[in-house]
């Protein structure tokens, strides 16, 4: 049953495109265990939560996401990439895409369409283990600021007390081991400024491993990969960041100037 039943759950519920009992007055309430298992009872936990994506991008699909305003032939393809994330549970399958999503223009789409996708994942992983009796992972998609994680580690390593440098330090630990492990992740914003050494090894380390662990990444970026070899070259001339990358990545230019403000 579906249709826009404003007295259900149906618009709050990542499941609304797919689950027969959306918009069931009796049924698709706030006591439902696939909403609770998604979003908490709150609406702020789960698994949703865990992923990390930030609060403005979490209640997004394909189908209802912003960016594909004018952006079909895009959105046609990441149609196409989303069916491919049933392979997660066959283990012989052909390993599921990685992405590289830039335009030097913000507020074209970028953000919204990585977590548009993470949200895709964590559905088909939801509903793709309750079909087989699998208890669905805690934290089966992952979202990560470069940004954010750059600046946790410049304060690691800036001076100040040791105890200061220690919780820095447990949280980048924190950071590389979740975005390792994610089944899928978004590392968002690669490239806003350049980095030092040490950062560029953090960055390689995550991409090193999920490249080597077929892992799906979905990079976004202010920056071609041409751009983003120039930006890391001091503290990488061989371009071996950008060769990880490269390797197996689709990558889509998002056209068009900001709609930032538009809603
Ligand atoms: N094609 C679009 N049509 C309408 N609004 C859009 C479109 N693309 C993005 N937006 C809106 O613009 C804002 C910025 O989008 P965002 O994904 O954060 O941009 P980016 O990551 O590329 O800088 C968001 O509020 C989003 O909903
Ligand atoms: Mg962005």
């Not at 979490?58 to 994330?85: C, H, M, V, W």
């Not at 998609?141 to 946790?152: D, E, G, I, P």
């Not at 949280?171 to 806003?192: H, T």
Request: glycine letters at 8%.
């Amino acid at each position: 049953m579906s249709g826009n039943n404003a007295s259900t759950n149906e618009a709050n519920c990542l499941l609304r495109h797919v689950c027969k009992l959306a918009g069931d007055p009796t049924q698709c309430t706030r006591n439902c265990s696939a909403w609770i298992g998604l979003s908490g009872a709150s609406g702020q936990g789960g698994r949703i939560a865990a992923a990390n994506v930030p609060k403005g991008y979490r209640n997004l699909t394909l189908k209802d996401s912003p960016a594909r305003e004018g952006q079909s032939k895009i959105y046609a393809t990441f149609e196409r990439y989303s069916e491919t994330f049933g392979r997660q549970f066959q283990p012989d399958a052909e390993r599921i895409k990685s992405f590289y999503l830039w335009s030097a223009q913000p507020g074209t789409g970028k953000t919204t369409s990585a977590s548009s996708l993470l949200c895709e994942y964590i559905i088909a992983h939801y509903v793709g283990s309750l079909k087989r009796g699998l208890t669905p992972q805690q934290r089966p998609a992952y979202f990560l600021s470069v940004n954010a994680l750059q600046q946790t580690h410049n304060r690691a390593y800036a001076p100040g007390s040791q105890a200061t440098k220690e919780r820095y330090g447990d949280e980048i630990d924190r950071e590389l081991r979740r975005a390792k492990e994610a089944p899928f992740l978004v590392l968002d914003d690669l490239g806003i400024r350049a980095a030092t050494t040490s950062f560029i090894g953090v960055l390689y380390d995550i991409i090193d491993s999920r490249t080597t662990d077929d892992l799906p990444t979905i990079y976004t970026s202010n920056k071609s990969l041409d751009g983003l070899y120039d930006l890391f070259y001091d503290e990488d001339p061989e371009g071996k960041i950008v060769d990880r990358m490269r390797d197996q990545c689709a990558v889509v230019e998002f056209g068009g100037t900001s709609k930032r403000g538009r809603r």
